[in-house]
């Protein structure tokens, strides 16, 4: 289908390697969100990209934490020096229209476990 | 600072009743408001939106109702079905600003 793809689904790390997460949008969505979500927890917010611009980072929690758009499409988070408290599931939407009013459509999370 | 709030982790009901799921905000400033539905290993996906310019929307079985002077908004199910056994995400958020979830209610339908 053409709904957003994230890859790794799942993902093991040692403490202390780096990882990269893909998030593939659907094609044409203006808007990008990444999210994190601990267990029990809901999904909350990292950063959003509008096109290839990242609007709002603010809720990246350390600078360990790196997202990209480069051609307002594909996204990579990049986490550095991972450590246990990373170890939680990464959440990627989209959005035809600019800012999050708009409905978001969700992929399926990549699970991040940090050993 | 948690700015929306589901108390309630969990609720049961019978198939064919209705369900109510709420939902408590504190940011007086937020201006749209969502409820998404979740199934194990999934995304969540989307399932209604109110704007606070609104009390209530209506799509099919689902509706929300909006109460700001109270800052809670609910989301009724009628009737429910047991294929609506999820956890549903109430969010909100202001302008072009993040979107906040709440911690998320598990319901169940029971057949």
């Known amino acids: 289908g053409a709904g957003v793809s994230q890859s790794p689904r799942y993902k093991v790390a040692k403490r202390g390697q780096d990882v990269a997460l893909r998030c593939d949008p659907i094609?044409?969505?203006?808007?990008l969100f990444w999210y994190q979500q601990a267990l029990g927890q809901g999904p909350e917010f990292l950063t959003y990209?509008?096109?290839?611009?990242?609007?709002?980072k603010s809720g990246l929690p350390s600078d360990r934490f790196f997202a990209e758009r480069p051609e307002g499409s594909v996204s990579t988070l990049k986490i550095q020096r991972t450590q246990q408290e990373d170890s939680a599931v990464y959440l990627c939407a989209s959005s035809l229209e600019a800012g999050g009013s708009w409905e978001q459509y969700f992929g399926p999370g990549t699970r991040l476990t940090v050993t | 600072d948690q700015q929306v709030k589901q108390n309630s982790p969990s609720l049961s009901v019978q198939e064919g009743r209705i369900s109510i799921l709420n939902c408590d905000y504190t940011n007086s400033m937020f201006d749209y408001f969502l409820w998404y539905k979740k199934y194990p290993a999934e995304g969540p996906t989307f399932l209604i939106s109110i704007s606070s310019i609104k009390d209530k929307n209506e799509d099919g079985r689902f509706t929300v109702f909006l109460n700001k002077s109270a800052k809670h908004l609910s989301l009724h199910i009628v009737p429910s079905q047991p294929g609506d056994s999820a956890v549903y995400f109430c969010a909100a958020g202001r302008g072009y600003q993040k979107v906040t979830f709440g911690t998320g209610t598990k319901l169940q339908v029971i057949p």
């Open positions: 990209f509008q096109n290839e611009a990242q609007l709002d």
């Open positions: 094609s044409g969505h203006v808007s």
